[in-house]
């Protein structure tokens, strides 16, 4: 079991830059492929982004490829997404994800993956 906690969202003017933050507890961080999913009103879950095991690979939707950057610290057991030049599209619920593979589908991470509660992130324009 991975208990995840998200913190940093709020609301924002269009261009700003906020942080997210996950801490994870529970079993091995370093285990799992972390990444980040955001679902705005009337819309499903996309995947935003990604990163491998050691941090050493990163994966990004098309959409906030050169905006946002994830990365973790496997010592505090966190993982962060710094999202720069937010635009009024990015408004949604942010989720943390853990998944044991690399595979970071909605489908694989019903499969055994695990989320946190999610964390509102405003954008005005």
């Known amino acids: 079991q991975v208990q995840l906690v998200e913190s940093g969202g709020g609301s924002v003017q269009a261009g700003d830059s906020l942080r997210l933050s996950c801490a994870a507890s529970?079993?091995?961080?370093?285990?799992?492929?972390m990444g980040w999913f955001r679902q705005a009103p009337g819309k499903e879950r996309e995947f935003v982004a990604r990163?491998?095991?050691?941090?050493?690979?990163?994966y990004y939707a098309d959409s906030v490829k050169g905006r946002f950057t994830i990365s973790r610290d496997n010592a505090k057991n966190t993982v962060y997404l710094q999202m720069n030049s937010l635009k009024a599209e990015d408004t949604a619920v942010y989720y943390c994800?853990?998944?044991?593979?690399?595979?970071?589908?909605?489908?694989?991470?019903?499969?055994?993956?695990?989320w946190g509660q999610g964390i509102q992130v405003t954008v005005s324009s």
């Open positions: 529970g079993r091995t961080f370093s285990s799992y492929v």
């Open positions: 994800a853990a998944s044991p593979s690399m595979t970071m589908t909605i489908a694989a991470m019903a499969a055994g993956g695990y």
């Open positions: 990163i491998t095991w050691s941090g050493s690979r990163t």
